[in-house]
Structures are given as C-alpha cells and as structure tokens.
C-alpha cells in the first residue's frame, strides 16, 4: 500500500486548506486512517483519525472546532479539512493507515505512511 497527500501550501491566519491522501490497494475501507503533523523540533503528532466506515473521529484540542476529517471509500481517499488556521499549525503534515478498523490514537498502530505535505501559515 502507497499513500500520497496533497493539497499543502502557504496560507494567511485565519485561511482554510484542504489535505487530501489517495491510498492504493484494495484493504482501504477497512483500516483506520489519521493525520499526523511535526513541526521542527518538535515530536510528530496525531491531529486526527478516523475508522474505517468514517463514523468515529478524534481530534487533538487543538484543532477541535477548526479541523475536519473525513473519508471516501469509494475514492480511497482520506481528507482534513482545515479552517480559521493558525500560525502554529505550519507543520509537515502526514497521513498514515492504521492495521485495524477501529479507531486509534496510538502512533505504533499506524504502519503505513505517506510522505508529507508542507503547510505554512503565515502570521
């Protein structure tokens, strides 16, 4: 399984982007997906996941309100949507696939990784 994330770029405060991770094969709708971000010096962390059937999310308080993730099946694809961005939101953002349906937030749950995606916010 490949994954491939789009959809980076620069954006001011207060703007929106959307992330968007294609997945390969054909095991897509029935593993977990997330979204993961690092920004230098700091650890990689996990902003958002879903389950398999896209009906369980979670969110990091930080970006909860502000911060949407949903997936297609029939596509497999998996997006986060961004909105009201704030400059400490510019990370490198990753999307990763999980080896169970169910929801997770555990980082050594997530097996499979894509390569990130840039995105800057500007102040």
């Known amino acids: 399984v490949q994954l491939q994330a789009s959809g980076g770029g620069l954006v001011r405060a207060g703007g929106s982007l959307r992330l968007s991770c294609t997945a390969s094969?054909?095991?897509?709708?029935?593993?977990?997906m997330g979204w993961f971000r690092q920004s230098p010096g700091k650890e990689r962390e996990l902003v958002a996941s879903?389950?398999?059937?896209?009906?369980?999310?979670y969110y990091t308080d930080s970006v909860k309100g502000r911060f949407t993730i949903a997936r297609d099946n029939a596509e497999n694809t998996v997006h986060l949507l961004m909105f009201s961005l704030k400059p400490e939101d510019t990370a490198v953002y990753y999307c990763?696939?999980?080896?169970?349906?169910?929801?997770?937030?555990?980082?050594?749950?997530?097996?499979?990784w894509g390569r990130g995606t840039l995105v800057t916010v500007s102040s």
């Open positions: 094969g054909r095991t897509f709708e029935t593993q977990g």
């Open positions: 990763a696939q999980t080896v169970y349906s169910s929801l997770t937030i555990r980082k050594s749950d997530y097996r499979t």
């Open positions: 879903i389950n398999s059937d896209g009906a369980r999310t």
